[in-house]
């Protein structure tokens, strides 16, 4: 579904920020993309959706080079992939209802089925009680679902979370992940970028590591394998 072929980006002021770059992602999957600051991990996340391109190589989404997309191609590409980020970035003068509306809106949706499907995608993430509150009247980790459910509300055939824990005490990105791993097994791929290396050997899925730009180690899912045991 995601693959990158000998990708390099290099900006605009010479920073290298991927190097030669290649793997894949099948649909279905939950990967772990680690690595220090400045390794290249949202880099890595941008060229996906496509809001940087390649300097080098290629990124093929759906068996499409996204380098290749019409500009009508990259907004659907966008609508149909769901974004988390570590500061939430939820409008702060909307409520959580109308944040999640908004996605649907701007995709088109009709008012009958936002007032169906946003409770729905509520529910999923466990705010159904919350529509009517604004982010600031919720915690961070309430904050993040209600991010989680926008980019959920369009159904993307992928989730990409950069740090959501960043911002989040240990019990709460605990609760986080396993509502990502939840969407995951409903049938959502999800890439997750973390620096939280305690969570990544909590739970057995693929991990890709970067340094300096390159894919330094692929860590398989290890099946059954429990922190501690
Ligand atoms: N728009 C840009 N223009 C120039 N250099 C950039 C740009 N965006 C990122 N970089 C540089 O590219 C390198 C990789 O950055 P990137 O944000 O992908 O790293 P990261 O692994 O996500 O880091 P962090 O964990 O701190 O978020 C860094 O050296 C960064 O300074």
């Known amino acids: 579904m995601i693959r990158f072929c000998n990708v390099t980006k290099i900006y605009p002021n010479g920073v290298r920020a991927l190097i030669d770059v290649s793997f894949s992602i099948e649909r279905g999957e939950f ?10 991990k949202t880099t890595l996340t941008k060229l996906i959706c496509r809001e940087e391109l390649p300097t080098r190589g290629q990124v093929l989404v759906n068996g499409k080079n996204v380098a290749r997309l019409r500009p009508n191609e990259v907004a659907n590409l966008r ?13 702060p003068r909307k409520t959580v209802f109308e944040n999640v509306a908004l996605a649907l809106e701007i995709a088109g949706a009709s008012w009958r089925e936002i007032r169906k499907r946003v409770p729905e995608v509520l529910a999923k993430v466990g705010l159904e009680d919350k529509a009517r509150c604004f ?10 679902r209600v991010a989680i459910a926008r980019a959920l509300v369009n159904r993307p055939f992928l989730l990409m979370a950069d740090e959501p824990t960043g911002n989040l005490d240990p019990q709460t990105s605990w609760d986080l992940l396993q509502l990502l791993l939840k969407i995951n097994e409903e049938g959502t791929t999800v890439l997750m970028v973390t620096h939280a290396w305690d969570l990544v050997q909590l739970v057995g899925k693929r991990v890709i590591s970067l340094q300096e730009g390159r894919l330094t180690e692929e860590l398989p899912a290890w099946g059954n394998y429990r922190y501690g045991t």
């Open 31 to 40: 990967v772990f993309v680690v690595g220090p600051s400045g390794a290249g």
């Open 135 to 144: 982010p600031h009247q919720l915690s961070g980790g309430e904050q993040q």
């Open 79 to 91: 609508q149909r992939i769901g974004m988390v980020f570590q500061d939430f970035r939820l409008l």
